[in-house]
């Protein structure tokens, strides 16, 4: 690592749903570049501590797991008390954790199901946002919320979570218009397809798995899906560069929502 500019040295940051996918890639640029990450899951309690264990090995930063169910707000309260506890300091909050179910048709969708994922992917976002944020105006922070492509542009049988996603926009700038009193950033990233262990999931339970996949790279101008490690790369901009950014919605996206496509749908 000798020479190599670290862009986010010291600074102490959370993200949430950091064992895999996109998080996990936050998590690997953070530490990469020098940070102290305490990153959580509610699941998958080996894969947060081997990649706990993999990056604390390779530094020059340094990452904690954490076990939290961030639908549970006792949860994220001890999320925060755990990272302050650590490192008495907060300088960054990456919202991540959440989940796309499978594609299901609005007569199909339960208020239940509705309000679970409601739960999940914006409730625990505004949250861990709440509990965060007197620590993050200590140091004139930033919050870094992830939302999806799909909050913008719409997708086919998913409404509940498209409405979680464009919830997740519109929030990240009324917070942005809040916050900006106390010099904290609140930007958004939406990312088009990448490719992630959920990805590969929804892909499995479609008819031909490599088939949607191949229509998943196809989708973007660039021709092919995003990675992991790119998606950090965009959460350390926005966290360490873009100073003069608050309230934006950053596509990481390929391109996916550009010029037309086979649109019709024949009922």
């Not at 993999?54 to 169910?69: I, Q, T, W």
């Amino acid at each position: 690592m000798s020479g190599k500019v670290l862009r986010y040295s010291d600074k102490v940051v959370i993200v949430t749903g950091g064992s895999k996918g996109i998080g996990r890639g936050i998590v690997k640029v953070f530490v990469e570049n020098g940070a102290k990450v305490v990153f959580c899951a509610r699941g998958g309690e080996c894969a947060g501590q081997a990649l706990e264990t993999e990056l604390n090995k390779a530094g020059p930063g340094s990452c904690k797991f954490v076990l939290c169910d961030v639908s549970k707000e006792e949860d994220i309260k001890r999320l925060i008390a755990v990272t302050v506890e650590l490192h008495s300091q907060i300088d960054c909050l990456v919202n991540n954790a959440g989940w796309h179910p499978p594609h299901k048709s609005t007569d199909d969708t339960t208020a239940d199901e509705f309000r679970d994922l409601l739960n999940l992917n914006l409730i625990s976002y505004f949250l861990a946002s709440k509990y965060a944020l007197p620590y993050l105006r200590q140091r004139q922070g930033n919050i870094i919320n992830l939302s999806s492509l799909v909050g913008s542009i719409g997708q086919k049988d998913a409404a509940p979570y498209v409405a979680t996603k464009g919830a997740i926009i519109a929030m990240t700038k009324a917070m942005a218009v809040d916050e900006s009193r106390y010099h904290v950033r609140v930007n958004c990233i939406s990312p088009g397809n990448v490719m992630t262990p959920l990805w590969e999931e929804l892909a499995g339970q479609s008819a031909d798995a490599l088939e949607a996949i191949k229509a998943g790279e196809n989708a973007q101008l660039i021709g092919r899906m995003g990675t992991e490690a790119e998606s950090g790369l965009a959460a350390l901009f926005l966290a360490a560069d873009a100073t003069f950014c608050t309230g934006i919605d950053l596509l990481l996206s390929g391109g996916a929502e550009l010029n037309y496509g086979y649109k019709n749908q024949v009922p």
